[in-house]
């Protein structure tokens, strides 16, 4: 009892911060608190945004940068990334708001938390590499698209219409907009997404995210446009509160919190994965950060916070400011902490317009045109992937949309496995036979060699060109070369040697490996492919075995190749 105990305990101090982590925020503390100081002013009007369009408001957003970004840089497995709400989480919010509320979203939350730090405990953090690079971009594509198309109504100033479909919800919002429209908002939105994608373009170190939110909201006071700002925001976090927790509702909930945590550990690893290609010689702990990441969704709605992830854009800037440590990260968080005490009324007077012309530009980003054509231009298969993956982000939802890609590509990976499964006729050594006595052998034996799986995928195909054999007397299965064997190959090798045995054709093999020995005995093969009792190691011996065979039933003169060896 003792042992399984120890065990937890250690695995459970692999998941915490180590006095390395603490050693490390003490090595560059300046180039830490100024990359923190960089991504805090790119990350608050994300938080602000994302928090709008999650249903939440942009308190929501503010509180989920600050504590789930402390909490996961802290305990996280990366020591550069940078977490908090993301628009990927977001297009999973907002059904769930729609059909549970604020309620049922904070709920959720606490749900996800705790899978992702029963997933860190089974040691799930290495699965991440299975996920293939035409799912991963066809989920950002799909994700960028959606972010995009949630912010029509804010950046046409028209009220969000009713609905959790995207489509449905950005051409009701241009329907509204085309029948009464007011120019505010577009040239707000428009303006601000032009200044960040132009200015990030020419001058990328500039937070222009940051510099064209300020003067949005300087025109929009100075020039009374009307432009609907976000509205009052609390002057600090709420108190912790458990208050919004029904255990009535926790059944119901189990679908949409599974979908939550399975988007965070897929998006947070991602973004671990992609701060590890951008510098040299680090490399994150997958359950670390999914135990840490669990930590931060466990802990950010009880102060009112939405479901966080780790953040793909804020963590590249973490980086490419210099970010040597979690010091940066913690740092982000306590800037956007001293904002949400100190400047609330002030974050209150940006316009919707303005936060949605953010979130568009960072659609735009989002999208990186050189790798689509990549994957478009490497394989069929690549691009239809994608394109799948992509479509179904923006029909159906996030988690199908990856469950889907993954299907596809497990099923086109199988097809292209299966292709490798080849049946090939070999000729008969000669050995030290006459012409006269080969041809004679040759005439009532065929031998074949099976290279590849010999699996499920490829079984059928297999059967069909066994049992198409000729008129032979002796069919010699060359087995050395087959690379694995489930129950269904074994299956259908067992039926065909059955048909062939009923046409009269006796079927050895040889060269069977220890591991298809067992699958082949297991439903009955192995008896079948035994000819007196015997196993054949070598073809050699089975040409010998089918030889004496042909001799017995009188096909062959009993002194052919009497006393003579065949070579294989």
């Not at 089974?122 to 035409?134: F, I, K």
């Not at 740092?331 to 001293?338: D, E, K, N, R």
Request: charged share 15%; hydrophobic share 55%.
């Amino acid at each position: 009892m003792s042992v399984p105990l120890n065990q937890a305990a250690a695995r459970l101090t692999a998941l915490l911060p180590s006095r390395a982590d603490l050693a490390a925020m003490g090595r560059s503390p300046r180039r830490d608190l100024l990359a923190g100081l960089t991504v805090a002013i790119v990350a608050l009007p994300l938080a602000l945004g994302f928090g709008v369009s999650s249903g939440l408001g942009a308190e929501a957003g503010l509180a989920t940068a600050v504590v789930a970004g402390a909490l996961a840089a802290l305990f996280g497995g990366s020591d550069l990334q940078v977490s908090g709400p993301t628009g990927a989480m977001t297009v999973v919010l907002v059904p769930i708001v729609g059909e549970y509320g604020t309620t049922g979203v904070l709920t959720v939350g606490l749900m996800a938390g705790v899978m992702l730090m029963a997933l860190a405990v089974l040691r799930a953090g290495s699965c991440m590499r299975y996920v293939p690079a035409p799912v991963v971009e066809g989920f950002t594509l799909g994700i960028a698209c959606v972010i995009g198309l949630q912010q029509v109504p804010h950046a046409l100033g028209v009220p969000a219409p009713d609905g959790d479909r995207v489509l449905v919800v950005a051409w009701r919002a241009a329907a509204e907009f085309a029948g009464n429209p007011d120019w505010t908002a577009v040239g707000l939105a428009v303006s601000v997404a032009v200044i960040m994608l132009v200015g990030a373009r020419l001058w990328p170190t500039v937070p222009f995210s940051l510099v064209a939110v300020v003067a949005a909201t300087v025109v929009a006071q100075v020039a009374d446009l009307d432009a609907a700002p976000i509205g009052d925001l609390p002057s600090g976090l709420p108190a912790p509160s458990l208050g919004f927790l029904d255990p009535g509702a926790l059944g119901s909930l189990l679908a949409p919190a599974v979908a939550v945590a399975a988007l965070a550990a897929l998006e947070s690893l991602l973004s671990a994965s992609v701060a590890d290609g951008m510098t040299v010689g680090r490399r994150h702990d997958p359950d670390r950060e999914l135990f840490g990441q669990g930590l931060a969704n466990l802990a950010a709605p009880l102060f009112g916070g939405v479901p966080a992830t780790g953040a793909i854009a804020r963590t590249a800037v973490n980086v490419r400011t210099g970010a040597g440590s979690r010091l940066a990260a913690l740092t982000h968080a306590a800037i956007l902490a001293v904002i949400v005490f100190a400047a609330a009324p002030l974050v209150a007077r940006i316009p919707l317009a303005a936060l949605a012309g953010v979130l568009l530009a960072t659609a735009v980003r989002m999208v990186e045109v050189g790798s689509l054509r990549a994957m478009a231009r490497a394989t069929r298969s690549d691009a239809l992937i994608l394109v799948l993956t992509a479509v179904a982000t923006l029909a159906l939802d996030l988690v199908y949309a990856v469950i889907i890609g993954l299907a596809v590509a497990g099923a086109l990976a199988l097809r292209a496995v299966a292709k490798q499964a080849r049946l090939d006729r070999v000729p008969l050594d000669r050995g030290d036979h006459s012409a006269e006595e080969h041809a004679l052998l040759a005439e009532h034996i065929v031998a074949y060699r099976i290279d590849g799986p010999l699996f499920f995928a490829a079984a059928h195909r297999f059967l069909l060109e066994l049992t198409e054999v000729a008129d032979v007397r002796v069919v010699i299965l060359r087995m050395s070369r087959v690379s694995t064997m489930d129950a269904t190959g074994a299956l259908v090798l067992k039926d065909a040697v059955e048909r062939l045995t009923r046409r009269g054709i006796l079927v050895l093999a040889s060269g069977i490996r220890p591991g298809q020995r067992r699958v082949l005995d297991s439903v009955g093969a192995l008896e079948l492919l035994r000819h007196d009792g015997r196993e054949y190691a070598s073809t050699p011996e089975a040409i010998r075995a089918a030889r004496h065979h042909l001799e017995t039933a009188g096909i062959l003169p009993a002194d052919t190749g009497q006393g003579r060896t065949v070579r294989g």
